[in-house]
Structure formats: structure tokens, C-alpha cells
């Protein structure tokens, strides 16, 4: 089963600078790799 991800384009991320960002511009050049971590505790 393959996750629906269409939706990931549109959000808005800030980065550790501050500036806020498309999710989008991170795969705008080449193909990418996300991966969600759930901190516990």
C-alpha cells in the first residue's frame, strides 16, 4: 500500500534558521527521502 503524500507539497516547514519554507522545494531538484521520527519521552 502506497501512502497518500500529495498533500505534502503544500505544507509550510520552518527551517533552523527560521525561514519558513514549501515542503515542495525540497524535492524540486531531485527525488527525495522523507522520514517522520516520533520522539518518545
Known amino acids: 500500500m502506497t ?3 500529495s498533500s ?3 505544507l509550510r516547514v ?3 534558521d527560521g525561514t519558513e519554507v514549501a515542503m515542495s ?3 524540486a531538484d ?3 527521502v522523507l522520514v517522520w521520527l ?3 519521552g
Open 3 to 5: 501512502p497518500d503524500t
Open 8 to 10: 505534502l507539497g503544500a
Open 14 to 16: 520552518v527551517t533552523i
Open 25 to 27: 522545494s525540497a524535492w
Open 30 to 32: 531531485a527525488p527525495v
Open 38 to 40: 516520533r520522539h518518545f
